[in-house]
């Protein structure tokens, strides 16, 4: 399952160390630790993994409790161009970034461990 957040208005620089931290656990583990973070860009992606999750849930049939962030993907999106007035008239150009964030949630394979019979030990 899928979930975009397209044209988000923080460079893609910040956003990554925040997506790099939920990368890989499951959404009840990322959500608790976006919920703490003091990261801006923590917000955001919190409503962007509790959406994917009820995609999944609603249009895949898929149980929230066994998905996991199989990948969150930071690419760099509109940039919006501004100039600084500077010294003799000039000007400095400042570039304000955005990022589209590109969620995906799979399901976690859980494999079912066959327990061994017990050796019992012999007094010989």
Do not use: C, H
């Amino acid at each position: 399952m899928k979930a975009l957040l397209k044209n988000y208005r923080q460079s893609p620089r910040k956003v990554r160390l925040v997506a790099d931290l939920v990368k890989g656990k499951s959404v009840d583990e990322a959500l608790v630790a976006l919920r703490v973070l003091v990261k801006r860009a923590g917000t955001p992606l919190e409503k962007l993994i509790r959406s994917g999750a009820a995609n999944a849930e609603k249009n895949s049939g898929m149980d929230r409790k066994n998905l996991i962030i199989k990948n969150l993907r930071v690419d760099t999106g509109v940039t919006l161009k501004r100039s600084m007035p500077r010294a003799r008239g000039s000007a400095f150009p400042i570039k304000k970034r955005s990022s589209n964030i590109l969620l995906e949630l799979s399901e976690k394979i859980v494999k079912e461990v066959k327990e061994k019979p017990k050796k019992l030990k012999t007094n010989s």
